[in-house]
């Protein structure tokens, strides 16, 4: 098992000296938070074993780990389009090394937001039993990695910073969309069934809710049948490898 | 002597982006290298220069044809850490530092060279802790440099390795790469100025079309492909006849004139010159070697023609 820590350190350090993505992975969601979840008094109204603070907290830090996994992955394909990946061709080091190194570099810095904003919460009120922190924080770190190939597929296609940028940006629209920001109802939550954060997001609250969104006109629970998270979670996780897949290919037969 | 590269009967095809058609970039080169020489690969644009480099380097495979280097595949020489290369541009994370980014490279490989050390033959120990952003092309070369010494390499490969340096720059780049050659090295380099071919290499290949137009020591390149460039006076009355008649002389390239008399092309300007001075009554002869420039525009043109 040869696993390149100078590289994954160095990964760490260029990421830390981002400040516009560390503001959006870690201060935004921390924020977003404070505001809709730590601060109104719904926050309080419980959930089952937990409250609503748990509920808008576990989207938060949702958001803040697909918005730096969606980061690792575009940058992957702006590092390939600078020549990166040649300059890394010409050394002994494998291809699996590299990606062993960017995974972990992923998990990490999907780990940075979940610990932060989870971290907060508990110090302002967001209640749940210990099982629904774990759980809820696994399948968060775990499903960020489909936002990986997100931001890949975006930097492969559009071979631009603007595009991965973009791709970043996407996340706000797709959070709002995607039940995500606030609770959604009627014909909106419909659509947003259809959206890939939801399915994500839906599948860490789950541990909270046991299977069900809120009303927000009658804070009543609406139920959702598993199939429907897994279904959405496993029909974009496919089709974003898909994508990746056929322009990966594609940038091949480039060269 | 030790065969560094062996390349046979190599091609390379693709299909064109625009119209699906097939274009071979290389069409059948046929390469030794042997250990300790300083080759130039030089050629216009689109000669084939950078692909052939690039299945050397194992970035690409051939379409047919073999490869081998050290008697070895390319990427097993890449893995070992024999071969390394000075890439042509990009190929570094500009958000780094100069001193990160050699210490990242030589985590890669087994038992690299110290980051001190690689940083001290290439020039840059001054510039250590700047950003790649913050270095002039020149130093960002200069740090490509550094990375493929790192692995302590026996064959170094340079695709235009000073382009967009200024005079200073490159000067200063081929007298560190002079350093390494008397260490031991085996340099090949591709360069479309031909002047750097002259001053640095012992010898040249040059390449048009995918093909080997000329190979051997690069003075006798120059010789074989130009000749000598040969002026002489005639008095304006005879010119026309002189001209035709010194056309048809064995050797002759090409015959021009302007207002001080005749400019001739030749690849033997010795009978030339006794034509000129015995029978012509020319004046003023006057006979000069070709640059190596001249050569490659001969060369490469008559190929191109052939092409035709």
């Known amino acids: 098992m040869n696993f390149n820590t100078t590289y994954y350190q160095l990964e760490l350090r260029r990421l830390l000296r981002d400040r516009v993505t560390i503001f959006f992975t870690v201060a935004l969601p921390a924020l977003m938070y404070f505001l809709f979840g730590a601060s109104p008094d719904y926050g309080s109204e419980p959930i089952r074993d937990g409250n609503v603070a748990m ?7 949702a958001y803040g780990a697909v918005s730096a996994t969606t980061g690792i992955g575009g940058s992957i394909a702006i590092e390939q389009m600078q020549g ?61 990695a489909t936002f990986a190939l997100y931001g890949l597929g975006f930097g492969l296609a559009f071979r631009s910073e603007a595009a991965v940028s973009a791709a970043g940006g996407s996340l706000v629209v797709m959070s709002f969309f995607g039940n995500v920001f606030f609770p959604l109802t009627g014909w909106q939550l419909t659509m947003a ?5 939801y399915g994500y997001v839906s599948l860490a609250r789950r541990t909270l809710t046991g299977g069900a969104t809120i009303d927000p006109e009658t804070s009543e629970l609406i139920a959702e049948p598993l199939w429907q998270t897994l279904a959405n979670v496993g029909f974009w996780s496919f089709a974003f490898a898909a994508i990746c897949i056929v322009l990966v290919r594609k940038s091949r037969v480039r060269q | ?30 390469l030794d290298i042997h250990t ?41 020489a890449v893995a070992d850490g024999r071969i390394a290369a000075v890439l042509q541009a990009g190929g570094l994370l500009r958000d780094l530092t100069v001193q990160e980014t050699v210490t990242l490279i030589a985590s890669t490989h087994n038992n690299p060279m110290s980051v001190d050390e690689a940083l001290h033959r290439s020039g840059l120990t001054e510039l250590a802790t700047r950003r790649v952003q913050a270095c002039s092309g020149g130093e960002q070369q200069r740090l490509r440099f550094a990375l493929a010494l790192l692995g302590d390499p026996d064959l170094l490969i ?36 031909l002047q750097e071919a002259e001053d640095f290499a012992q010898r040249t290949v040059l390449m048009a079309n995918g093909r080997i137009v000329a190979d051997g020591p690069t003075d006798e390149v120059r010789r074989q492909a130009s000749g000598k460039r040969v002026k002489a006076r005639f008095s304006t009355e005879r010119l026309a006849s002189v001209s035709a008649t010194i056309s048809r002389f064995d050797g002759v ?40 420039e001249n050569a490659f525009v001969q060369l490469t043109s008559n190929e191109m023609e052939l092409a035709r």
Not at chain 2, 56 to 72: A, N, W, Y
Request: proline residues 4%; aromatic residues 8%.
């Open chain 1, 55 to 61: 509920w808008v907290m576990i989207a938060m830090a």
């Open chain 1, 84 to 144: 990166w990946t040649r300059q890394l061709g010409l050394t002994p080091l494998q291809e699996s090394d590299f990606i062993k190194v960017k995974v972990a570099t992923a998990v990490t810095v999907a780990a940075a937001p979940i610990s932060i904003v989870y971290a907060i919460g508990f110090l302002t009120g967001a209640e749940a039993p210990m099982y629904v922190w774990a759980t809820s924080a696994f399948l968060l770190i775990l499903g960020a």
């Open chain 1, 193 to 197: 069934k259809f959206t890939p954060l």
């Open chain 2, 1 to 30: 002597m030790n065969n560094c590269i062996r390349l046979r009967d190599l091609h390379k095809s693709f299909e064109s982006p625009d119209d699906g058609s097939e274009i071979q970039a290389v069409d059948g080169i046929n």
């Open chain 2, 36 to 76: 300790g020489e300083i080759v130039a690969l030089l050629g216009p644009n689109g000669a084939g220069k950078t692909t052939t480099l690039d299945m050397v380097l194992g970035f690409t495979s051939p379409t047919s044809g073999s490869i081998s280097i050290f008697d070895r595949s390319p990427r097993e």
């Open chain 2, 158 to 193: 340079l695709d235009e390795p000073t382009t967009g340096m200024d005079v200073e720059a490159r000067r200063a780049f081929w007298e560190t790469m002079q350093t390494e050659v008397q260490r031991g090295r085996t340099v090949v380099f591709a360069t479309h100025y």
């Open chain 2, 253 to 292: 390239r090409s015959v021009s004139s302007d207002q001080h008399g005749l400019i001739i092309d030749t690849t033997d300007s010795d009978g030339l010159a006794r034509l000129i001075l015995q029978d012509l009554e020319g004046t003023d002869l006057e006979i000069e070697s070709a640059s190596l």
